[in-house]
Antibody, heavy 122, light 107 residues
Framework: QVQLVESGGGVVQPGESLRLSCVAS????????MHWVRQAPGKGLEWVAF????????YYADSVKGRFTISRDISKNTLYLQMNSLRIEDTAVYYC???????????????WGQGTLVTVSS | DIQMTQSPSTLSASVGDRVTMTCRAS??????LAWYQQKPGKAPKLLIY???SLESGVPSRFSGSGSGTEFTLTISSLQPDDFATYYC?????????FGQGTKLEIK
């Protein structure tokens, strides 16, 4: 069955960088768009980024545009989120999520990982 | 950006009750709306997509309706497992936004 496992979270200082990984199993990233969604402690959900099934386009929330980069390695069936210039307000649990539409981007998420916590603190 | 507003923020109900919660979009999103359930410490779970389509494996007591800017999620007969926080999410275009959530509590 579909499984998503995130890793790479941790504690960093403002201005530092971090790369999150999400290993997918039970399906191939080659035929599925993927998203990152985050949730600050005690707060609601915020969509962060999306990469199309073929890697041809990436989309970002305004809050992370220019600082975060979504990418994937098909050979490893792994999704990444490179986070640079981290800010205190980036503190959150980061989830990777599978787009329900496959190669046709649906924009909603039918499978989620367990999340990885990123804490930005001085 | 499209803003999503959910009401109420908190809803108190009892097992067996029929409950309805609302999600309003700041502009017309046709039926590009999904609903998720989230329990503490867990990832969200997709319940409804395209405003009224039930995701596979989701109990039929959950239903969604609406179009344009106003949407509702209804649970026909609350079960103990349904007490959670519910989020709506719009996907009209490539900038996706969630509502702030409705927390469903036991009365």
């Amino acid at each position: 069955q579909v499984q998503l496992v995130e890793s790479g979270g941790g504690v960093v200082q403002p201005g530092e960088s971090l790369r999150l990984s999400c290993v997918a199993s039970g399906f191939t990233l080659r035929r599925n768009g993927m998203h990152w969604v985050r949730q600050a402690p005690g707060k609601g959900l915020e969509w962060v980024a999306f990469i199309r099934y073929d890697g041809s386009n990436e989309y970002y929330a305004d809050s992370v545009k220019g600082r975060f980069t979504i990418s994937r390695d098909i050979s490893k069936n792994t999704l990444y989120l490179q986070m640079n210039s981290l800010r205190i307000e980036d503190t959150a649990v980061y989830y990777c999520a599978k787009d329900r539409g496959g190669i046709a981007a649906a924009g909603h998420f039918d499978s989620w990982g367990q999340g990885t916590l990123v804490t930005v603190s001085s | 950006d499209i803003q999503m507003t959910q009401s109420p923020s908190t809803l108190s109900a009892s097992v067996g009750d029929r409950v309805t919660m609302t999600c309003r979009a700041s502009q017309n999103i046709i039926t590009w709306l999904a609903w998720y359930q989230q329990k503490p410490g867990k990832a969200p779970k997709l319940l409804i997509y395209k405003a009224s389509s039930l995701e596979s494996g989701v109990p039929s007591r959950f239903s969604g309706s609406g179009s344009g800017t106003e949407f509702t999620l209804t649970i026909s007969s609350l079960q103990p497992d349904d007490f959670a926080t519910y989020y709506c999410q719009q996907y009209n275009g490539y900038l996706y936004t969630f509502g702030q959530g409705t927390k469903l509590e036991i009365k």
